[in-house]
């Protein structure tokens, strides 16, 4: 049984695909659903490929197939079009400088649980498991891993899901992707800009405003140093 989104989504893939013999773009079906973000997409994309409605192919970058549809628009779908590339999917091939963790020298971090890369969530501070983590990726200093929660910071190449490597710091640079403790509530994660006494959490998506607080509501907990991501 697929939820009216998903129905809906795969309807308009359908329609796209009769027309133009591809489907369409990840804004478009963004646009089409009323959603704000592509991740509410990536997750609808997910749910039908899981539900063997769709088919991502490994072979052609970020492409969809349809496989089959619901009785209620006709049955079973045919291929044989030629699939363009939509944002925000897997990729065809692994990100520069990526490399497996089994050969890499891993080490164990303990995951602080999930930081918001969004709207903040309230302060970390228990371990909910552990990471293996490349040697080469850490530096001198004490670090940990965090969970992230939303796509604030998609554009910086960081998804809902990911989990990002932080090295303990109380220091940022502007422009620096920092985990920031919100008037000792509220941590989250964003980029991290000083204006004389007045501190900047500036997202990485249009979605989302800036935040601008004074420089003893924001206290750096520590400064992004590499992502995992798992597929």
């Known amino acids: 049984m697929l939820t009216k989104k998903q129905l809906d989504l795969l309807e308009f893939i359908q329609k796209r ?9 990840f804004d478009e079906m963004k646009e089409a659903l009323d959603l704000r973000s592509k991740s509410g997409i990536h997750r609808l994309i997910t749910a039908l490929e899981e539900r063997g409605f769709i088919r991502r192919l490994a ?7 349809i496989i089959k549809l619901p009785e209620s628009m006709g049955g079973e779908a045919t291929s044989g079009f030629t699939p363009r590339v939509i944002d925000g999917d897997r990729p065809d091939s692994t990100p520069h400088n990526a490399m497996p963790v089994e050969t ?6 303990p995951v602080m649980g999930r930081i918001a890369a969004g ?11 552990n990471v293996a983590v490349p040697q080469s990726m850490l530096g001198a200093g004490e670090h ?8 604030s910071m998609i554009d910086a190449g960081i998804n809902d899901g990911d989990t990002v490597i ?14 920031a403790l919100v008037e000792d509530a509220e ?15 500036e997202a990485a998506n249009p979605a989302y405003e800036t935040r601008v607080f004074r420089d ?8 992004l140093v590499g992502l995992i991501r798992s597929y």
Not at 59 to 65: K, M, P
Not at 169 to 179: E, L, M, Q, R
């Open 17 to 25: 695909v009769q027309r133009d013999g591809v489907p369409p773009s």
């Open 59 to 65: 072979h052609r970058a970020r492409a969809l197939e």
């Open 104 to 109: 890499a020298g891993a080490v164990e971090l």
């Open 119 to 129: 709207v903040p969530i309230a302060a970390i501070s228990e371990v909910s498991h």
């Open 144 to 151: 940990y891993a965090l969970e992230v929660k939303g796509d």
């Open 166 to 179: 932080v090295r303990e710091t109380s220091h940022a640079d502007n422009g620096d992707i920092v985990v």
């Open 187 to 201: 941590a989250t994660l964003k980029r991290y800009r000083r204006n004389g006494a007045s501190i900047a959490l």
């Open 216 to 223: 003893d509501q924001v206290k750096v907990q520590g400064k």
